[in-house]
């Protein structure tokens, strides 16, 4: 079988940040970003754990999905299996520096959550008892400050 593109990217490179992972194109002709959300280097930083990213990926999902401009154009996020990021999924042809401003709110919206989780109920959530909402508002807080805040062009491009 053919490798799928995200395992094409040099993993033994990458750094955290933003990158367009793919785009797709749907039989009506609407364009798909897909972009990689990498919190921690692949192989070098511990990965976040699965309870701090369940936490991050009901947070976001839900902040995302009711932003006023955004909301209809997401179309995903939720965590890499190897759970060193995230994917976002948006309606619309885009670059890193398009979507920065939205991950900035979205990050600082996690990092400063005070309360109860939404979705975080055994009717909700298929493990709603599998999180850490401490972990994710320190992932998120340290993406934020460290990465995002004021990326490099490195931050935004995969490595060749």
Not at 20 to 27: F, L
Not at 110 to 122: M, Q
Request: hydrophobic letters at 40%; proline letters at 8%.
């Amino acid at each position: 079988m053919k490798k799928i593109a995200s395992f094409t990217v040099d993993h033994l490179r990458l750094l955290r940040g933003v990158y367009v992972s793919r785009r797709d194109v749907t039989p009506s002709g609407d364009v798909l970003t897909t972009f990689d959300v990498r919190m921690t280097e692949p192989n070098r930083q511990a990965p976040l754990s699965g309870a701090a990213i369940h936490a991050m990926e009901h947070l976001a999902a839900t902040f995302l999905r009711n932003h006023p401009e955004w909301g209809p154009r997401v179309i995903y996020w939720g965590p890499m299996g190897c759970l060193t990021g995230n994917y976002l999924i948006v309606c619309g042809d885009y670059e890193p520096s398009d979507i920065l401003p939205l991950l900035r709110e979205t990050f600082a919206f996690v990092s400063r959550f005070d309360g109860d989780i939404p979705g975080a109920t055994p009717r909700d959530c298929g493990n709603f008892s599998f999180m850490d909402l401490e972990a994710a508002r320190q992932a998120a807080r340290r993406y934020l400050e460290e990465v995002i805040s004021d990326p490099e062009p490195e931050n935004i491009a995969y490595p060749e």
